[in-house]
């Protein structure tokens, strides 16, 4: 999970009036890195657009949908068994350069006959990961540890044949890294029945919280009772112990699904209770309360 990577103009996206944050500007972040792996590290993205009602009056839409990061180059195919690590994390996993969303759904789809109908529609994606609760000592100063990211761009129907096998080879490891090596070939069948839609990218931000509650306001708001707990508490998202289908009960789990499992839980983990530390400048401000508190000898 890539957060406030050290960028430079080539790998950012140029901030416009559409995607220039505006509240909580320190939390903003602009690196392709860091925007992307929010939408990486999600099972799904929401999708906003405006289509007509039956009345033909303009509709605000917002479909949840599996979302994947790619950039499609038929001169660079992707390996059927996936490849070496290193060509792996080249061509699926390195976020840190410019890249199209591939977005997937079924023939009857709202959003791909709008696409139809007028052969590029502009949508705007939105994905985010809770990381935390924040807990204060009054109710306003509650808050939310949080990755967030917001993509603009226009959709299009992807109709080349290997385009779409190229974006459900992503999306298959997107949700389980390498599984589409692991499992039986993907039939033509359903390879025609697929609708895909690819979004290219026109402007994106992010916004991220990583941190502890940060210094109070002021000491009003930390004197009254003495029972209130401040502090963070974790939230990250953990995969369970698979439930086998019924048709090989004897199977076992392949190595690959125990390893992903055991990696992502990991990483969610990690990274949520990483993201409780105080910054240098709150520890500063709250040694200086506690300083305070103690010259009016109240009771910490």
């Known amino acids: 999970m890539v957060l406030h990577q050290v960028t430079n103009a080539s790998n950012v996206y140029t901030q416009q009036q559409l995607n220039t944050i505006k509240v909580y500007k320190h939390r903003a972040v ?12 999600t099972f799904v993205a929401h999708v906003s657009f405006i289509t007509t009602d039956e009345d033909g009056e303009p509709t605000p839409m917002n479909l949840p949908m599996t979302a994947v990061l790619g950039k499609y180059n038929p001169q660079d195919s992707l390996p059927e068994d996936d490849g070496s690590e290193e060509e792996y994390y080249r061509q699926q996993v390195d976020l840190s350069k410019p890249m199209d969303i591939y977005l997937h759904g079924n023939s009857a789809m709202m959003l791909k006959r709008a696409v139809k109908r007028t052969g590029a529609m502009k949508v705007c994606l939105a994905a985010t990961k809770v990381d935390g609760v924040v807990l204060n000592f009054t109710p306003n100063g509650h808050s939310l540890n949080y990755r967030s990211a917001v993509i603009h761009g226009d959709a299009e129907l992807v109709e080349s044949s290997d385009e779409k096998r190229y974006s459900m080879h992503l999306l298959t490891n997107h949700m389980i890294p390498r599984r589409w090596s692991n499992t039986n070939e993907v039939t033509p069948s359903a390879l025609r029945g697929v609708q895909i839609l690819r979004v290219t990218v026109r402007s994106a931000s992010g916004k991220v919280r990583a941190k502890n509650m940060g210094a109070a306001d002021n000491l ?9 707990y401040t502090g963070v508490v974790p939230v990250y998202e953990m995969l369970g112990e698979p439930v086998q289908s019924g ?8 190595t690959h699904l125990r390893d992903w499992i055991a990696h992502r839980n990991e990483v969610e983990t990690t990274y949520a209770y990483s993201a409780t530390e105080q910054t240098a400048e709150d520890t500063r401000n709250m040694e200086e309360h506690l300083k305070e508190l103690a010259a009016q000898e109240i009771p910490r």
């Open 30 to 41: 602009y690196d392709y890195a860091s925007i992307h792996s929010v939408f990486a590290s």
């Open 220 to 228: 009003e708001a930390i004197i009254g009772r003495n029972d209130v």
């Open 247 to 254: 048709y090989f009960p004897t199977r076992p789990v392949q």
